[in-house]
């Protein structure tokens, strides 16, 4: 049984900085492209980064691109995305996957198998 845990998840202030983290448990992550996507309240779920199963390969969207970095740790079993430069518009659940895909990392949600269960990001002053 695979499970991703989420967590890092808070309030900051506009122009702040959060860590994420994602544990994978129940398999090692090396097997998986790993994913960022974001859902806002009344809005569909969005595409915020990801990074291949070596980790050369990282792709974000263009409204974190800059700010964002997502790295892994094998030898943790987990996945980070570091927020810096926050703003009111990065409000959010943010939830990782993990994905078998034969591609080299995923923009699409549809080719996750595993996705955790989200942690709250809420940017306020």
């Known amino acids: 049984q695979v499970q991703l845990a989420e967590s890092g998840g808070g309030l900051a202030q506009p122009g702040g900085s959060l860590r994420l983290s994602c544990v994978v448990f129940g398999r090692t992550i090396s097997v998986y492209i790993m994913g960022w996507f974001r859902q806002a309240p009344g809005k569909e779920r969005e595409f915020v980064g990801t990074i291949s199963r070596s980790g050369g390969s990282i792709y974000y969207a263009d409204s974190v691109k800059g700010r964002f970095t997502i790295s892994r740790d094998h030898a943790k079993n987990t996945v980070y995305l570091q927020m810096n430069g926050l703003k009111p518009e990065d409000t959010a659940v943010y939830y990782c996957?993990?994905?078998?895909?034969?591609?080299?990392?995923?923009?699409?949600?549809?080719?996750?198998?595993?996705w955790g269960q989200g942690t709250q990001v809420t940017v306020s002053s």
């Open positions: 996957a993990a994905s078998y895909d034969r591609g080299v990392a995923g923009i699409r949600s549809g080719v996750y198998d595993y």
